[in-house]
């Protein structure tokens, strides 16, 4: 027997009229939260073209009529079914950040046994913006969700084709790599290749080799971010960090192992050991490989603060969630087109 919140609920006699020739799922969302919030504003902002949202629940009655990003509060948790049959909706999201106790469970019972699709706030946000919402993401969430795999086959490809890329990298790009070095060499003093610990798969650290772009002095103050327009930028480390020609030199340490073509850029320990305490998930982008360029390089800017670091994490974890060889084969991609755009450098 469905729920008295559900089919034995009187029903109002005017209903929203509903675009049948339309192409937008219309959408309602339930819970008022940074999640909600987030979603929302993806839905509406980002890909307005597939969904409408056309609300939000909250559990307090007192913020109905109030906004969330565009959409209104049209009402509360305890109207799922009414609201939902009203506006003639097509999925229900679920951002409810406690879900114990709190869940209106017959009532998202009744709609889905309507054929109302219900699925959970943080997939669609995922689906829709290619990063993880990680504020209020559950570790029930990445435990039960699909993803996380590491097939053998896939794993072993993925190698082969590291060291594959990277030969063909050294051997075919040697002559423009000879040139840089000594473009380099007129242009600063100081040496030709920059070495620096970052750390690598499981967390542990190695030597990142790069083409050096920066004074020989760039950190006598301390270790920093880099920013835009940074005066410790030589000349030519203007253009190189421009066109990434200053990453060349990794090509070694894909072959070494310490790092693939694609996956999560490496960070220097002093940033992690910062980063780890103040943005939940953080080591799970060091369950793969570091790569040259990454999901987030090719999606985001540079990260030059904790902002664009939380920002920056959530790529990272979609990459290592969805983690496949199609998915190398589109960073790849959109990581020429960033390359030759000359965007997100610093």
């Not at 706030?121 to 993401?137: A, P």
């Not at 982008?285 to 360029?293: A, C, E, L, M, S």
């Not at 190398?328 to 960033?338: A, G, N, P, S, Y």
Request: include cysteine.
């Amino acid at each position: 027997m469905l729920s008295s919140g559900g089919f034995n609920q009187p029903l109002s006699k005017k209903r929203t009229p509903y675009k049948w020739f339309g192409f937008k799922k219309r959408v309602l969302i339930l819970g008022d939260g940074k999640l909600a919030h987030d979603l929302a504003r993806v839905l509406v902002y980002d890909r307005s073209h597939r969904y409408e949202v056309v609300g939000v629940l909250s559990r307090n009655p007192a913020r109905v009529g109030t906004h969330v990003v565009n959409p209104t509060i049209i009402g509360t948790v305890d109207q799922l079914y009414e609201l939902s049959e009203y506006h003639q909706v097509q999925s229900i999201a679920v951002c409810v950040e406690d879900r114990r106790g709190s869940m209106p469970l017959d009532a998202l019972l009744d709609v889905k046994s309507m054929g109302i699709e219900v699925v959970d706030g943080h997939r669609m946000y995922e689906e829709e913006c290619g990063r993880l919402s990680i504020d209020e993401l559950k570790p029930s969430f990445l435990i039960f969700s699909s993803g996380f795999e590491r097939k053998p086959g896939i794993m072993v490809i993925k190698r082969i084709g590291d060291i594959v890329g990277a030969l063909l990298g050294l051997v075919f790009l040697a002559p423009l790599m000879s040139v840089i070095a000594l473009c380099i060499k007129w242009d600063s003093a100081g040496p030709v290749l920059y070495r620096q610990t970052r750390v690598g798969l499981h967390g542990y650290p190695y030597v990142l080799l790069k083409f050096r772009s920066m004074r020989q002095d760039a950190e006598a103050d301390g270790v920093q971010w880099a920013a835009q327009g940074d005066a410790r930028v030589t000349r030519l480390g203007y253009w190189l960090r421009k066109l990434r020609l200053d990453e060349l030199p990794q090509f070694i340490n894909v072959l070494k192992g310490e790092m693939s073509l694609v996956g999560p850029r490496p960070e220097r320990p002093h940033f992690v050991h910062d980063l780890r305490t103040q943005i939940p998930y953080y080591d799970l982008r060091h369950t793969v490989r570091p790569g040259i360029t990454g999901w987030a390089q090719a999606c985001f800017q540079y990260a030059a603060s904790l902002e664009d670091s939380h920002v920056k994490l959530q790529y990272d974890l979609y990459y290592v969630k969805n983690l496949s060889l199609y998915l190398d084969l589109k960073i790849l991609l959109r990581t020429i087109r960033v390359v030759l755009r000359g965007s997100g450098a610093r």
